[in-house]
Structure formats: structure tokens, C-alpha cells
RNA sequence: GCAGGAAUGGUGGAAUGGUAGACACGAAGGACUUAAAAUCCUUUGGCCUUUAUCGGCUGUGCGGGUUCGAGUCCCGCUUCCUGUACCA
């Protein structure tokens, strides 16, 4: 019988259904182990080629330690909000959710063909209320928090309040927008209205007038990870910063957690790298210099407190509050007209325009340290997200106070002995110190580090400044002017906001009439009828943005259906965290760094049992597309095979890479591809025409889209399974190319005929070969799995299988262990063997083999004989023999007397089972 | 600029410091076939030698080093990828 996938895939696919084979249950008498893919958005275009990459790599991995006996939970289930279905609706006007359920309906069908071992009955989708009624109620969690320093964890808000009754801001250790100083006198004096209003300074989800990426053309706002290079990443519009009323997480506050979290992990040093450089912890000073002839302070961090006798000017950011402070009046007029020169300039504008430019606010500080006046400065080079807004300038080390000085002619002290800054500034932290000598500090002849903590002690102690540690990290901006997601669990009264109540959670998303904003400019929302409390407050406007849902989704997946709890006590303490996690590295910055604060936070709550949400991190490479060019000679409809180009002048252009093959374009197919190419002619190279071919992204645009299920259709899941990883290592990214797929598909042919043959009544002992070949196999693929090498292991199946197949074998025996090998990486071939083989249940429960080394011991060890490293031959001796032996007749061998040329050897190398080096 | 990673045949890629190129694709030749597909067999890093065997030299981006022995370890470069970027 001939090996044919499709009854055969159709055929196990309606078992494991029929069966539930794939439900995960709590069982204490077994230890659980929890493998998770990166839920997907639900794109209009469906899954290609790309996608189940780290799906299969997951279920593989969760078939093999289900074999193993870990009792495993795999789900899946659905990033369901997003821009790209409300974008669709603006278009159309169908509601985002019919799109949704569309296009969430044709990635389930596609994941089925494929044969995954989901257990779906947790699937959750973050659209669906019963899951989102979660994501608010975390939401409130945060805002009736507030973050202690001193203890490190989220507290409750009303904590706080008992404080500031008894104490005012004294003795306050918390995570807050800005430092505030008042009494409790004056706290219990304030209205409720005002107390409410300061208390926003402490919430870890807080309403804030903060800076944020606005995008006109998205109509809305987006965190830093959503922008790169000033554009938008869904989309690549520009992106402008305005100064807005938005809803806020207090990331910031975990930053420390963040980090120190990390050596807790099992993730790649890159990913781990990422995250350090986007939480970027920088120890410093504050300081304040003091504006001459004023009261004004101005506070600047910086992490060279050792240069301070350099500091020829400050700089401010020109949306720093001390802008307007010391400012005199003469120059406002020109401060003004650079002010407003910056404005217009968008993020990107401010980002490639690296020309030098500022102004002169006619204010001097005093330096603390000399005593001397410096001037103080406006400049877009500042930014005022990050420390304070304001810089001490130090031309003379670091390299763009430099440039600003060269351009406006300020001065440039040198502070390091032999540091040359005539033409450049000297940033490394290194050297001795010089001219750094001032009435109350002396520094020279000091190596930088030692300079920097000796100024660090002596500002602490004379109250200039104190040790400080500064964070890159900003906080979440977490309202969305959009329509597709989650409504804020919040109503306004008086102006204030307040969350609703527990029980009216979970509050649904609005039918509206359009997806565009209001004309008075108020997000989608605002169009939605009675949408107000029942007492008639107006509710929150804004959506939560796509970060919001996959935050805690993987808690939610150990206990789907629970009203009570976004997890229940029992399901979490079992299944605790995710062991395994397979995704891309792209959510390096945003999902993973969200997630985790998020679990953090839960765990503060005492929601959860662990710190941190996944314990082993892998990032499957992304899959490129392989597209192809046909090249058509200019003004003609005549195309030159790639060989014949260069005697044209030729267009490139992209071809359906699903009409070539192997390179070879199919002409017949090419003519009715589009109308344009009906009467296309072509100049051939031996009778074919060769396309050219690139790398590129996998997309409609450059038709280089492999749909699985067409592979599925032609090959067979199971081919599709095990070509995917066998295409290179998990992790690299690599190009997609069909033409290699007939390799591993022949493999699965050879597989089903050699079972063909097996005679299941008349079983017969293996034989001594055929427990090494098999023994082997099972050693190698175990070690495979363990290290996620599973392109290694494929191979190690293909060689396997030729030995049985020259072996001749048709032993039940070994087939039977190949058949509990291969089950996680070809399920549906292996469960047909396994119902063959005369077994009950399913494959996934065949208990993984062990191998055994006996099995594996040859009775004679080959060595190389080589001469100064070189081999030149080599040489059969039983196991087990001696060393010393093992010389005797490397030198005794014929061969040797060549490559010795009459001298003695000095020096004789025995590697046992490989090599025999002789030093000659 | 900074951080991380990579570089091996025509291609994808294998190699706990121990005979580089496993496995697969492609290609070439052959068998079967009226023919094609499918299948099977042989060869396949380069160069040289040979009728053929046998054999030799060379070879893992470049330059050094450690070692009996380096694709692998160390130092210095080049190129490419990924992330990040006026972060004081």
C-alpha cells in the first residue's frame, strides 16, 4: 500500500479529537510541565509558511516530555486586538469582530491540519469578555496600588492615605511621578477632589500629563516599543510628541525587579541583553546648580560627577519647566523662536537633523565646585524624558557637549592628562585627572573611577547632590484613542476618574456607528450610545492598547473558565509558570517586559505563585521569503531567462514563486498568471527559462508567500513538520525554499515501506545491528530534543532508517521504538504504527525509550593514525585494548614505516576510540 | 556610536579541541520504462597524479597566537545580520 498522508492524517486528526487525547488536567501524581507558544494575531491573511515554525518546534518538545511523563499543558489561543481589523473596519465598516471571528475561524482550521497537540479546550481570545473581564479587573488592581520602595512591592493605595493622615509626605519611600513634599495637616485639609488628584502621583495605573508618541494618521498614541525611528511600527506613519492626559502603567518602578529578574531566567544572553539596554540602569549623581543671582536650582544628573571642574555651560531641554524660569527678558523673544522652531519638527525630523542647534537663555549657573559663572543654554539634544531635563556640558569629554561647544564657541577644559581634544572630545572613562582642583575638592592626579566616587561622597556631604540611579525605562503609556480593545473598567465624576465597581466587570465593548474618531476629535467611543454609568457618569473613552491582553494570558490558560479569579489558587500553584516558551525576538522589548511587570505585580497582589512568568525562553528564527524575478527586456512583453540577462537592458520583476520551480518557471502558468503576460514570449536558456531569486520578507507584495496548507495538501503535515525543522537550526532565521522538501518526504516513504514489510504475526528477535541503528537513534534524538537542535535529529531519523532499510529489517521490536522516537516530530504516522503495531490509546502516551549503551559497543575501535596531527591511516583494534597496545600496532602497521621515514618518533598521543597522534 | 550574533562546497547545513563537509537538496552519469513521472544505483569541496585503482597537495572570511593536534580556544581585523540610539 502506498503511503498516503491524507486518509491517513484525516483519519488520526478525527481520533485525537474523538478522543480528547490532548485535554490537560490537574493530576498531583505527576509533574506538570508547561510549554507555550506566542499566541497569534489573527491576521486577514492566514498563517504562512513561517508561522508554525516555533509551533511545531513546541509541540514537539510537548509530545516528547508528555512521553516522558510530565503531565503537559500546551494551549493556545488568540492575540484577537489589534490596529490591522480596526483599520479594516474604518474601511469597510464591518465590525472589527465579524473580522476577528473570521479570520481567528481560518488559522484554527489551518493549526488543525498541522497536528498540533493543543488542548483546546482552554483556548481564550483577549476579545472575548469572559477573558478581558480579567484584564480590568488588573487594571483597578494597579490603580488602587502604589509602589514601595522600601519593601520593593506593590502596596494598597489606602496604606498610603494612612500615612499621609498620620505623617504627610515625611519618611515617604515610594515610586512616584514627582516628588512631593506636604504635611498631614495639609493632606487631611485637602478635598476629597484634591486628594484624589495627588494620590494620581503614587497609583501604579495613574492618569498623567506626559509627553507621548502621537500618531495623526492612527489617530492615536503609542508606547515607545510601538515607534521605531520616529514611525509608527504598524504602519510606518510619523509619529510627533504632544503632550497629553493618558492613562499610565508605573513600569518604571519595577525597573530594578526587571533586571535582577533576568539572572532568574533561562533566556538567550541577546535577549537578555535587549532587555538590560531597554531598562538601561545608569548610576549617578543629582545635583543642583544653583541659576546666579536667582533661587532657582537647577537639578541634572549625570554619571561623570568627576568632571564637574570641566563644565563650561548647562544645557536645557526645550520643554523643561526651567526654560521659562530663568530665561531673561532680552533673549525671550529669541528663546521663544527656537522653542517653536522645535515644535514643528516631528520625532523623525528631530532624530535625522543632526545639525547642531540651541540658544542662549542669557541665565548663568554656578558651579559648585569652582565657583564660576557658566551660561546656560536651550537645545533639542537634551532630551526632557530622561533624568531631569538639564545637563552639566562637558566638551572636554563627552562628544556632543563637544560639538555644541565648537559650534557656539564656548570653552573646552580638558580634565585627563594626555587627553588630546583638539579635534575630538576624550569620552572614555579612563586616565588620571587634571585641572581639577578647586578650594574645597582636589582631584587631580585621581584615576576617573576613584575621582568619581570620591566627588560623589563630597556632593552628598556638602548637599550639592546625592547618589542616584537613573532608568531608561519609561513608564507605560496605556490609553488607546482607537475602538478595538478593551474599555477602561472606569467612569468620570466631577472631572475625577473612579473604577467601577468589581460586579459590573466585565463592562463590554460598545456597539458604535463609525470606527473613525468624533469630529470634536474624541476616539470612536464617544460615538457609542449611553455610554455612562447607571447613574448617568460618562465613562472612559480610550481603549487599552494590544499589550494590555497578552499580558497575563498564560495564567489564564492554567484555569480558562474560572469566574472567580483570573486564576484559581489550586491551577496555579500546579502549574505554576511557563517552562517553556517559543516565540520571536521581536517581542523582546514590548510583550516581555510587560509581562512581567504585569506577573510581578500579581505576584505583589499574591496572585500568583512565581516571580517571574517564563523559565525558559526560546526565540525561533524568523522565516524569510525566497522570491523570484523574471526579467522582461524594456518597451517589450519579452522575457530573458537569468543566464541571458546581462546582453539585455532588463526590468526585474517579482513572479508568483508558486508557478516556479526549483527556479524554473512554469511558462504555461506564467501566460495565465495575469492578462498582461498572455502573450508573453521568452528567451530560454537550454530550452528552460531560470528565474533570478532574492531574500526578502515573506508578503503578498513580493508574491513569495507559501501557503502550509498547500504543502499539507501535497506533501502532508507530517512532511511539512519535519522539513520545517529540519530547514536549519531553530533559532537562525533562514529563507524559505520548497525545493528541499522532497528529501524528508522521500524519508517518510521509505519509513511507511519499511514497515510494510514487518511480519506482526511472526515476531522475531532483533538482531545485534539493528539495536545499535535503533539505540542509536534514540540516544542522539533525546540529546537533539534536550539542546532544541531538531534539524540534527531529522537527520539522525534519515540515517537510521537507511541502516534498517540495508539492514533489511522488518523487526516489530525496532519499528515499534522508531515509532516512539519519531511521534513527536510525525505524529499521524507514528499513531498509524502504533494501532498497527497492536496498541491501545494513543502515541502521545507511549512512554519515551531509554537507550542502552550495550547496544552501542563495537567489538572493534577504529583509530586514525596520524603524524604530527596529520592522519595518514587507520587502524582496527578489539575494544578495550591497552594504550600502550593501541601504540604497538599503530607502529607495527606497514603504513607507518612511510610516514615515520626512519626517524622515532618523540612523543605518542593515544585518544581513546580516536586517534593515535605520533610527534615526530 | 553601543550591545548581541554570524561567516564552512553550487545550496540548506553537520562536526564534546581529535580523520572537516554528516544528513538533505541540486547537478552529472547509469538502471527500469515506448516515453515521462516515480523508484533504485554510482559520483559530487578544489587542485594534481593515474587507463583506472592506489595516492598526493590544499581547504572552514582575513592576520597572528596557544596546542602533539584548531572550523572549534585566545588576540587583532573585515564583512553581514539583529536590536538600540543624542540616555548625559
Known amino acids: ?151 520593593q512591592q506593590a502596596r494598597p493605595v489606602a496604606e498610603l492615605v494612612a500615612h499621609f493622615e498620620k505623617h504627610g509626605s515625611e519618611g515617604l519611600n515610594v515610586a512616584c511621578s514627582k516628588e512631593l513634599t506636604f504635611t498631614a495637616d495639609e493632606w487631611n485639609a485637602l478635598t476629597e477632589k484634591e486628594q484624589r488628584q495627588r494620590l494620581m502621583n503614587y497609583r501604579i495605573a495613574y492618569q498623567g500629563e506626559t509627553m507621548v508618541n502621537w500618531c495623526p494618521k492612527l489617530g492615536t498614541v503609542l508606547a515607545n516599543d510601538e515607534v521605531s525611528e520616529g514611525v509608527s511600527v504598524r504602519g510606518g506613519y510619523p509619529v510627533e510628541q504632544k503632550l497629553m492626559n493618558q492613562w499610565c502603567l508605573r513600569v518604571s518602578a519595577y525597573a530594578q525587579r526587571l533586571l535582577d529578574g533576568l539572572d532568574k531566567v533561562d533566556w538567550t544572553d541577546s535577549l537578555k541583553e535587549t532587555q538590560k539596554n531597554w531598562i538601561g540602569r545608569s548610576e549617578g549623581a543629582e545635583m543642583r546648580f544653583k541659576v546666579a543671582d536667582s533661587d532657582i536650582e537647577l537639578e541634572i544628573f549625570t554619571t561623570r560627577a568627576d568632571t564637574v571642574f570641566g563644565v563650561t555651560f548647562m544645557v536645557l531641554a526645550p520643554e523643561s519647566k526651567y526654560v521659562d524660569m530663568v530665561t531673561t527678558d532680552d533673549r525671550r523673544a529669541a528663546v521663544a523662536e527656537y522653542l517653536d522652531a522645535v515644535k514643528h519638527k516631528t520625532e523623525r525630523e528631530r532624530q535625522i ?80 585627572m587634571m585641572n581639577s ?38 513608564d507605560a503609556i496605556f490609553s488607546r484613542q482607537r475602538y478595538w480593545g478593551e474599555p477602561f473598567p472606569v467612569y468620570y465624576k466631577d472631572g475625577e476618574p473612579y473604577m467601577l465597581d468589581a460586579s459590573k466587570l466585565p463592562l463590554e465593548l460598545p456597539e458604535v456607528s463609525s470606527y473613525l474618531p468624533t469630529e470634536s476629535g474624541e476616539p470612536p467611543l ?188 501535497k506533501y502532508g503535515a507530517d512532511t511539512l513538520r519535519l522539513y520545517e525543522m529540519f530547514l536549519g537550526p531553530l533559532e537562525q532565521s533562514k529563507p524559505w525554499d520548497t525545493n528541499g522538501i522532497d528529501g524528508v518526504n522521500r524519508f517518510l516513504k521509505k519509513l511507511w515501506g519499511l514497515f510494510e514489510k514487518v511480519d506482526l504475526d511472526n515476531r522475531v ?51 515499534e521504538t522508531v515509532t516512539r522516537v519519531i511521534a513527536p516530530f510525525a505524529p499521524h504516522i507514528a499513531e498509524e504504527f502504533w494501532h498497527r503495531l497492536g496498541n491501545q490509546g494513543s502515541v502521545v502516551d507511549a512512554e519515551w525509550p531509554k537507550h542502552n549503551e550495550d547496544y552501542l559497543k563495537e567489538d572493534n575501535v577504529n583509530y586514525a593514525v596520524s603524524f604530527n596531527g596529520k592522519a595518514r591511516f587507520n587502524i582496527q583494534v578489539p575494544a578495550g585494548t591497552a594504550k600502550e597496545e593501541v601504540e604497538k600496532i599503530a607502529l607495527a602497521d606497514p603504513n607507518a614505516e612511510r610516514w615515520l621515514d626512519g626517524k622515532t618518533p618523540k612523543k605518542i598521543i593515544v585518544v581513546p576510540n580516536k586517534i593515535v597522534n605520533i610527534v615526530i
Open 765 to 815: 528477535a532483533a538482531s545485534k545491528e539493528e539495536l545499535k541503528a535503533v539505540h542509536k537513534l534514540i540516544k542522539k534524538v533525546t540529546q537533539d530534543i534536550e539542546n532544541f537542535s531538531f534539524n540534527t535529529s531529522i537527520s539522525a531519523f534519515m540515517i537510521c532508517i537507511n541502516e534498517l532499510t540495508s539492514l533489511k529489517s522488518t523487526n516489530a521490536e525496532a519499528l
Open 1 to 151: 500500500m502506498e503511503y498516503n498522508h491524507k486518509e491517513i492524517e484525516a483519519r488520526w486528526q478525527q481520533f485525537w479529537r474523538d478522543n480528547d487525547v490532548y485535554r490537560a488536567e490537574i493530576d498531583n501524581s505527576r509533574p506538570k510541565f508547561y510549554v507555550l507558544d506566542m499566541f497569534p494575531y489573527p491576521s486577514g491573511a492566514g498563517l504562512h509558511v513561517g508561522h508554525p515554525l516555533g509551533y511545531i518546534a513546541s509541540d514537539i518538545y510537548s509530545r516528547y516530555k508528555r512521553q516522558q511523563g510530565f503531565n503537559v499543558l500546551h494551549p493556545m489561543g488568540y492575540d484577537a486586538y489589534g490596529l490591522p481589523a480596526e483599520q479594516y473596519a474604518i474601511q469597510t465598516g464591518q465590525h472589527p469582530e465579524i473580522t476577528t471571528r473570521q479570520n481567528i475561524a481560518r488559522y484554527r482550521e489551518q493549526l488543525d491540519k498541522i497536528g498540533f497537540s493543543y488542548d483546546w479546550n482552554r483556548e481564550i481570545k483577549t476579545c472575548d469578555p469572559e477573558y478581558y473581564k480579567w484584564t480590568q479587573w488588573a487594571f483597578q488592581k494597579m490603580f488602587d496600588s502604589y509602589y514601595c520602595n522600601a519593601s
Open 526 to 713: 464617544g460615538r457609542a450610545q449611553n455610554w455612562a454609568t447607571e447613574e448617568g457618569y460618562p465613562l472612559e473613552l480610550c481603549t487599552m492598547p494590544g499589550f494590555a491582553g497578552s499580558s497575563a494570558y498564560y495564567l489564564r490558560y492554567m484555569d480558562p473558565r474560572n469566574n472567580e479569579a483570573l486564576v484559581g489558587k489550586e491551577a496555579n500553584e500546579y502549574w505554576r509558570n511557563v517552562d517553556l516558551y517559543i516565540g520571536g525576538t521581536e517581542h523582546a522589548t514590548g510583550h516581555l517586559i510587560y509581562s512581567r511587570f504585569w506577573n510581578k505585580f500579581l505576584f505583589d497582589m499574591g496572585q500568583t505563585v512565581e516571580d517571574e512568568p517564563f523559565r525558559k525562553l526560546i526565540n525561533q528564527g524568523m522565516i524569510q521569503g525566497r522570491s523570484n524575478f523574471v526579467y522582461r527586456i524594456k518597451d517589450t512583453n519579452t522575457f530573458v531567462s537569468l543566464g541571458l540577462k546581462k546582453d539585455y537592458d532588463v526590468t526585474p520583476i517579482h513572479v508568483d514563486v508558486n508557478i516556479v520551480s526549483g527556479d524554473v518557471l512554469d511558462l504555461e502558468a506564467f501566460k495565465q498568471w495575469r492578462p498582461e503576460f498572455a502573450t508573453a514570449e521568452f528567451v530560454l536558456e537550454d530550452g528552460k527559462y531560470i528565474c533570478g531569486y532574492a531574500v526578502e520578507k515573506m508578503s503578498k507584495s513580493m508574491f513569495n508567500v507559501v501557503n502550509p496548507d498547500d504543502i499539507v495538501e
Open 353 to 432: 537633523d543632526k545639525r547642531v542647534s540651541g540658544v542662549f537663555t542669557g541665565a548663568y549657573a554656578v558651579n559648585p565646585l569652582t565657583g564660576k559663572n557658566i551660561p546656560i543654554w536651550v537645545s533639542d539634544y537634551v532630551l526632557a524624558g530622561y533624568g531631569t531635563g538639564a545637563i552639566m556640558a562637558v566638551p572636554a569629554h563627552d562628544s556632543r557637549d563637544y560639538a555644541f561647544a565648537r559650534h557656539f564657541e564656548l570653552p573646552i577644559i580638558p580634565l585627563i592628562e594626555g587627553a588630546d581634544v583638539s579635534e575630538e572630545s576624550f569620552d572614555a572613562k579612563e586616565g588620571k
Open 437 to 474: 582642583c578647586g578650594p574645597e575638592l582636589d582631584l587631580n592626579g585621581l584615576e576617573v573611577k576613584d575621582a568619581i566616587a570620591k566627588t560623589k561622597q563630597f556632593i552628598a556631604e556638602k548637599g550639592i547632590g546625592k547618589v542616584k540611579v537613573n532608568y531608561r525605562l519609561r
